[in-house]
């Protein structure tokens, strides 16, 4: 048998890619292949699957040298899909012991650590090791450990160590996979009962309790995605900024920071706009900032504000929910008007895993809504009268993308 000498590469796929709604977004739809064309193309795929899956191959490309490099990569690429459960399940571990937290200020023997995190010594070595292979920690010599290069960077993004605390709740839910793809009713899992918003008809009537949670976590991680938006969003000179599903008013605190004449409205759910009006008032901003209370399914938005914001907002929902939500905000804005929607978005450059796999298997678990690619929302934003709706260059697409729009005439 030859061996190629490069590995046979995927063709890219000529088919429109898989959205929510076709795209109309003044973007052309993607040109079908001619049936010769996609023949073909199954063709040398149909060779390529059969010698990537052939054992004698797989063992011939790993011992000759050209290709070696590239099975070694192919094996931990696949080794890291199959245990990368163990990979997340040793950083809880990590963030429940706050082990971060202790190297913080430099370096720990073990003894140290041992007294710190209460573990045995030999677990916590075990720990430790494994951490070191996830360059969570690092080794400093003699019996000490600091910070790893990803231990360090997790410490600067407060809000991260909640994130993964709280994914206990999305790896219960996602023990049988298959048993989630099937399930109809899907708002018996951990996820939906955390999100109580989701999929409940009577969302305006939950009660504090159920809302805390999630609003605390959204707040505690707002730091990065406020950031993210501020730093694109064109809010200079505007008057009034209406944040919608704008939970406990922690990105509205942001933005009057960066924009100190900017006039302050939320809306959300009874329970969490009471939240938003405590956080309001300790942070001074009571005379500047209103926090509404209300379902925006069936109740109006405020008026008064030249712009609206949706963060982490319309991937939660169906097309249906959106589409009404968005019809909503643009009869609460004056011709014009200016429509910032922030959120994860499915295909973004560079970090596609996160939208089609992170966030498609854990708005399932959730029971409501997809991440969409910006032209879907295009489609949904056109219909609802935002025309000419435009994709801002983000600075970390895997942290969310921003798309604006102005309201076009009723
Ligand atoms: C100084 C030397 C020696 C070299 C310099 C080299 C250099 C420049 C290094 C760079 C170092 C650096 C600055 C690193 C920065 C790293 C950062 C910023 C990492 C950020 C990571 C962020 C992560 C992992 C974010 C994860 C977010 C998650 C999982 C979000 C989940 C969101 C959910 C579940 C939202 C739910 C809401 C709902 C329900 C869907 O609506
Ligand atoms: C994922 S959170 C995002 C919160 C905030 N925008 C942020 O990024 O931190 C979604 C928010 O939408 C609110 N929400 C969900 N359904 C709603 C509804 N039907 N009416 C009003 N608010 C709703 C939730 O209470 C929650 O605060």
């Given at each position: ?10 063709p ?29 193309r199954?063709?040398w ?41 163990v ?7 990590c ?22 995190t ?31 290069v990803l ?5 600067g ?14 790896y ?55 950031d993210?938006?501020?730093?694109v ?70 008026a ?6 949706l ?32 959120e ?22 959730m ?20 025309p000419?709706p ?21």
């Amino acid at each position: 048998m030859t061996l190629p000498t490069t590995e046979p590469d995927t063709p890219p796929d000529p088919r429109p890619q898989p959205g929510v709604v076709a795209s109309t977004a003044g973007s052309h739809p993607a040109a079908q292949p001619a049936p010769w064309r996609e023949a073909w193309r199954d063709r040398w795929l149909g060779w390529r699957d059969r010698l990537l899956a052939s054992p004698r191959f797989q063992q011939l490309a790993a011992a000759f040298p050209p290709t070696r490099p590239i099975a070694r990569r192919r094996s931990r690429e696949l080794f890291d899909l199959c245990a990368g459960f163990v990979y997340s399940q040793i950083l809880l571990a990590c963030v429940r012991l706050r082990l971060f937290q202790h190297l913080a200020d430099g370096p720990q023997s073990v003894a140290a650590l041992v007294a710190r995190t209460g573990l045995g010594e030999d677990a916590l070595r075990r720990l430790l090791d494994g951490a070191v292979t996830l360059r969570l920690v690092e080794p400093r010599g003699r019996d000490r450990f600091g910070l790893g290069v990803l231990g360090a960077a997790l410490l600067g993004n407060g809000g991260l160590p909640d994130m993964i605390e709280h994914h206990a709740l999305l790896y219960a839910d996602l023990a049988d996979p298959v048993g989630l793809l099937r399930r109809d009713d899907r708002r018996d899992t951990a996820l939906a009962r955390y999100w109580a918003y989701a999929d409940n008809p009577a969302a305006s009537a939950l009660p504090p309790d159920a809302v805390a949670a999630y609003s605390r976590l959204m707040a505690a991680t707002q730091a990065f995605v406020a950031d993210e938006v501020l730093a694109v969003a064109p809010l200079a000179g505007r008057r009034g900024l209406l944040d919608v599903g704008g939970g406990e008013g922690a990105f509205l605190c942001a933005a009057g920071a960066r924009h100190p004449r900017l006039n302050l409205m939320l809306f959300d759910l009874p329970a969490v706009a009471a939240r938003a009006t405590a956080r309001f008032e300790a942070a001074g901003l009571a005379g500047r900032a209103t926090a509404h209370g209300g379902d925006f399914r069936v109740d109006p938005l405020p008026a008064g504000a030249d712009t609206v914001s949706l963060v982490r907002v319309l991937h939660d929902h169906d097309d249906d929910t959106v589409l009404a939500l968005l019809r909503a905000a643009h009869r609460a804005l004056p011709s014009g008007g200016l429509l910032v929607v922030a959120e994860p978005m499915a295909e973004a450059p560079g970090a596609e895993r996160m939208g089609a796999a992170y966030f498609g298997f854990y708005l399932l678990a959730m029971g409501r809504g997809r991440p969409r690619t910006p032209s879907a929302l295009y489609t949904l934003l056109e219909a609802a009268g935002f025309p000419r709706p435009r994709l801002l260059r983000s600075r970390n697409p895997l942290l969310l993308q921003v798309v604006v729009a102005e309201a076009g005439s009723p």
